[in-house]
């Protein structure tokens, strides 16, 4: 699972040409690292650029713009944009024409600091600002360094319809809120994505009926906690507290989001992430169980096993209480398939806390995850606070183990599936034979089968499943 993150990672890679405007003359190269907001957002920037002269490209070497939206969220990351921008250096001195932008997270991290320790770059622009780029690359064509690092209170891109890259036109994100207010002590998201705001949801069905229209079959509602979404006219939570009743008795909750998707939108299917177990009420699962269109899916990020380790993380749960809310998704909805974030070696991780994350992920057997080793990030809590103490080594060790256990579960989940038959909505073709089908089921496993003639990309079929591996159910179309 940790490398097939580390994959997912990298095939994050450049924009393919999607929305071509005739009368526009110069061409954007755009790159995206890191969560799915990014990729999101980067769709929203080619969607401003289109508007003022730029068409996206593949080709790096006739791009007059390249922008790398970037990730800071474990030092490796940050790493690997480094590594890229060496290369635009290259580019750049056979072409001194071509500008270099580094948007996203690691822009509002370093800010200013960028133009001086990456000289090639000429534009710095925060995840806030995207709308100020047109201003900002006059600024650069004028010969200046441009730098926007400006967060917001109010800005979700509401009115932006992005430019679909990297699409499959068979699913899309649609980004529901923005930011995220939870502080975790270990997280660098809060310093670099700002304060945590809820879209229009006119403007979330707005765009949701236009992938529709464009024959999309599957969206994935996306933010950093969208269980806490909550539309009262917009702003911040915090302001909303303080508002009328009349406001309260208006507001729009998560839930009551999902549950007006899924019902105006009958024939689309429904996936979201990620979910934060502190805002995770059985509300939502209750309305995940009263549609078929909503996915029976549920990313729960957790970090630790370990209530000590949680609340040295600043996760406002137990572990408990976690296992109580697994408890409840069982309970109402049998069939759900529950995913995973864990972070081990996190400051004063001991080995009892270690065994804790061992049982827990024993107790719930998660159907996948994504794990990680606790890399410290400038300027947060656990930086200035807590000691980095556990010795890298045993992170790696620890990392392992995590590894090796979710494996078993993994198989433990996809066996499960053996004889039975799914519902695949078909994504495209195997990566390994052009002669399968790959596509998900509602529990997000991934599916192949062999193609026959009739069915196409963008098709619900049914497909038997003969064998697995703990990464992909094997089977036959049935209808
Ligand atoms: N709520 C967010 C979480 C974003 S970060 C979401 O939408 O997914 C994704 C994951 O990266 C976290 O759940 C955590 O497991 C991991 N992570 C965050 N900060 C980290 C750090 N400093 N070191 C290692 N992993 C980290
Ligand atoms: Fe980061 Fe915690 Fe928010 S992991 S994105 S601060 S929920």
Same mark, same amino acid.
């Given at each position: 699972?940790?490398?097939?993150?580390?994959?997912?990672?990298?095939?994050?890679?450049?924009?393919?040409?999607?929305?071509?405007?005739?009368?526009?003359?110069?061409?954007?190269?755009?790159?995206?690292?890191?969560?799915?907001?990014?990729?999101?957002?980067?769709?929203?920037?080619?969607?401003?650029?289109?508007?003022?002269?730029?068409?996206?490209?593949?080709?790096?070497?006739?791009?007059?713009?390249?922008?790398?939206?970037?990730?800071?969220?474990?030092?490796?990351?940050?790493?690997?944009?480094?590594?890229?921008?060496?290369?635009?250096?290259?580019?750049?001195?056979?072409?001194?024409?071509?500008?270099?932008?580094?948007?996203?997270?690691?822009?509002?991290?370093?800010?200013?600091?960028?133009?001086?320790?990456?000289?090639? %770059?000429?534009?710095?622009? @925060?995840?806030?600002?995207? #709308? *100020?780029?047109?201003?900002? +690359?006059? &600024? $650069?064509?004028?010969?200046?360094?441009?730098?926007?690092?400006?967060?917001?209170?109010?800005?979700?891109?509401?009115?932006?319809?992005?430019?679909?890259?990297?699409?499959?036109?068979?699913?899309?994100?649609?980004?529901?809120?923005?930011?995220?207010?939870?502080?975790?002590?270990?997280?660098? %998201?809060?310093?670099?994505? @700002?304060?945590?705001?809820? #879209? *229009?949801?006119?403007?979330? +069905?707005? &765009? $949701?009926?236009?992938?529709?229209?464009?024959?999309?079959?599957?969206?994935?509602?996306?933010?950093?906690?969208?269980?806490?979404?909550?539309?009262?006219?917009?702003?911040?939570?915090?302001?909303?507290?303080?508002?009328?009743?009349?406001?309260?008795?208006?507001?729009?909750?998560?839930?009551?989001?999902?549950?007006?998707?899924?019902?105006?939108?009958p024939k689309l299917r429904f996936r979201f992430s990620t979910s934060n177990p502190q805002d995770m009420h059985l509300d939502v699962l209750h309305t995940m169980a009263k549609h078929d269109n909503i996915c029976k899916y549920i990313h729960l990020p957790i970090q630790s096993g370990s209530t000590r380790m949680l609340e040295r993380m600043n996760r406002?749960?137990?572990?408990?209480?976690?296992?109580?809310?697994?408890?409840?998704?069982?309970?109402?909805?049998?069939?759900?398939?529950?995913?995973?974030?864990?972070?081990?070696?996190?400051?004063?991780?001991?080995?009892?806390?270690?065994?804790?994350?061992?049982?827990?992920?024993?107790?719930?057997?998660?159907?996948?995850?994504?794990?990680?080793?606790?890399?410290?990030?400038?300027?947060?809590?656990?930086?200035?606070?807590?000691?980095?103490?556990?010795?890298?080594?045993?992170?790696?060790?620890?990392?392992?183990?995590?590894?090796?256990?979710?494996?078993?579960?993994?198989?433990?989940?996809?066996?499960?599936?053996?004889?039975?038959?799914?519902?695949?909505?078909?994504?495209?073709?195997?990566?390994?034979?052009?002669?399968?089908?790959?596509?998900?089921?509602?529990?997000?496993?991934?599916?192949?089968?062999?193609?026959?003639?009739?069915?196409?990309?963008?098709?619900?079929?049914?497909?038997?499943?003969?064998?697995?591996?703990?990464?992909?159910?094997?089977?036959?179309?049935?209808?």
């Amino acid at each position: 699972m940790f490398t097939e993150k580390i994959i997912e990672e990298q095939k994050q890679g450049q924009a393919l040409i999607t929305e071509i405007k005739k009368e526009n003359s110069k061409k954007l190269f755009i790159e995206s690292y890191g969560c799915q907001m990014n990729l999101n957002d980067s769709e929203i920037v080619a969607a401003i650029l289109s508007d003022h002269g730029f068409n996206t490209t593949q080709n790096l070497e006739e791009a007059d713009l390249v922008l790398v939206n970037t990730c800071s969220i474990r030092e490796k990351a940050e790493q690997t944009v480094r590594k890229r921008l060496e290369k635009f250096n290259a580019i750049k001195k056979i072409n001194p024409k071509m500008k270099v932008g580094v948007l996203g997270c690691m822009a509002e991290r370093l800010k200013e600091q960028f133009l001086e320790e990456e000289k090639i %770059v000429d534009l710095v622009v @925060g995840p806030d600002a995207y #709308r *100020d780029l047109p201003n900002l +690359i006059a &600024e $650069i064509e004028a010969g200046r360094d441009a730098v926007n690092v400006i967060l917001s209170r109010e800005e979700t891109y509401a009115d932006v319809s992005p430019v679909r890259l990297n699409s499959n036109g068979v699913s899309a994100f649609v980004s529901i809120t923005r930011g995220c207010d939870n502080m975790c002590t270990f997280c660098v %998201v809060p310093f670099t994505r @700002g304060r945590e705001r809820s #879209r *229009d949801p006119e403007s979330i +069905i707005k &765009e $949701i009926q236009d992938l529709s229209d464009k024959n999309f079959k599957e969206i994935t509602l996306l933010g950093q906690n969208v269980d806490s979404y909550l539309w009262f006219g917009g702003g911040l939570k915090k302001d909303f507290k303080n508002a009328s009743d009349m406001a309260q008795a208006t507001a729009l909750s998560f839930s009551n989001l999902l549950d007006r998707c899924a019902s105006q939108f009958p024939k689309l299917r429904f996936r979201f992430s990620t979910s934060n177990p502190q805002d995770m009420h059985l509300d939502v699962l209750h309305t995940m169980a009263k549609h078929d269109n909503i996915c029976k899916y549920i990313h729960l990020p957790i970090q630790s096993g370990s209530t000590r380790m949680l609340e040295r993380m600043n996760r406002k749960h137990t572990r408990q209480e976690y296992m109580t809310l697994i408890d409840n998704v069982h309970k109402i909805l049998p069939d759900c398939a529950i995913s995973h974030d864990m972070m081990v070696g996190f400051c004063g991780e001991t080995e009892a806390d270690h065994q804790e994350t061992l049982s827990l992920m024993a107790y719930v057997k998660y159907d996948f995850g994504f794990m990680f080793a606790y890399s410290e990030r400038p300027g947060t809590l656990a930086a200035k606070k807590m000691d980095d103490d556990v010795p890298l080594t045993v992170k790696k060790r620890r990392l392992n183990e995590v590894i090796q256990l979710q494996r078993v579960h993994s198989l433990y989940r996809t066996e499960q599936f053996l004889g039975k038959t799914v519902e695949v909505l078909i994504e495209g073709e195997s990566k390994k034979s052009d002669a399968y089908w790959m596509g998900r089921n509602s529990q997000n496993a991934v599916v192949v089968f062999p193609k026959t003639n009739i069915e196409k990309v963008g098709d619900l079929v049914h497909v038997k499943v003969n064998t697995c591996t703990s990464a992909t159910l094997i089977g036959e179309k049935i209808s």
